[in-house]
């Protein structure tokens, strides 16, 4: 299962928590504001018919790539994705899901920044785990 955020939503000192090398960290005000300070441009909120358009974009990418997507959720600050492995890295798969996103997005109007760099991922070493997983993200598809 990966994560990643849409940019500038989401920032390292989030009081909702966030990940750091693979760790989940509590909120830290001054080093959420210090993001804050850094961040340059506006941060981006995806509306409701962008979600489905960055949707569709990586179901299709993942088909045309030969990778298996078991459940996806695009929310308006984060995305969700949990990927049968099909051997390709996964830092290459995630590349290809967030540009394909990115691009179909940019043909209706948005520009700019789109993600933020990096993703978490968490691997499903047996099928209770991938099962927990693929349901967490099912239930909440926004």
């Known amino acids: 299962m990966v994560t990643w955020t849409t940019y500038g939503t989401w920032l390292q000192g989030d009081e909702r928590g966030f990940v750091k090398n693979g760790k989940i960290l509590g909120g830290n005000k001054g080093l959420e504001q210090a993001n804050k300070e850094r961040r340059r441009g506006d941060k ?33 600050n984060h995305v969700h994705v949990v990927i049968r492995e099909g051997g390709k890295p996964i830092g ?51």
């Open 44 to 76: 981006v909120k995806l509306k409701k018919a962008e979600r489905e358009v960055a949707r569709r974009a990586m179901l299709a990418e993942a088909e045309r790539i030969g990778e298996k997507i078991l459940a996806l959720s695009v929310w308006s």
């Open 92 to 142: 290459k798969v995630v590349s290809r899901l967030k540009s394909a996103a990115y691009y179909a997005l940019r043909e209706r109007g948005i520009d700019g920044r789109m993600w933020t760099r990096g993703y978490d991922k968490r691997f499903c070493f047996d099928e209770r785990t991938l099962k927990d997983r693929v349901t967490y993200v099912m239930r909440h598809r926004g």
